[in-house]
């Protein structure tokens, strides 16, 4: 569902309203998704389906995923969640996973942002210059 620009700009308000100390707080998110339930407002469905993509994407912002050819080691996986807490702040959740695909190296993705050091990223830039 498209929300209108005012659905949009409400739905922005409140997700602001739930940051405390620059991370979303979930019980000030829940409280405010049942005081605009409960207000019955205009345009509810628009405010509601906006506050949730704002929230689903401050999610992907705060959560890491690295993936790793081999299983690492828990002092590079030390150093690698420190960076990241570097780049992104406080409040990262970090997950490691195994992906044999990848051949070697690691690939990091935070939101729309990946960085790809894999072997198999390598393999296929150097194919496309062939």
Known sequence: MNATKQARREAKQLFRSCIVNG???EERARWAVQQIVA?????????LSHFRRLVKQDGARHSA??????NLPADVQARVK?????LYGAGLN????ENPALIGGMRIQVGSDVYDGSVRSRLAAL????
């Open 23 to 25: 991370l979303l707080d």
């Open 39 to 47: 207000t019955r407002s205009r345009g509810l469905l628009g405010i």
């Open 94 to 97: 970090t997950s490691f996973t």
């Open 82 to 86: 420190a960076g990241l807490v570097r």
């Open 65 to 70: 995923k690295v993936e790793s050819a081999g």
């Open 127 to 130: 194919e496309q210059r062939f």
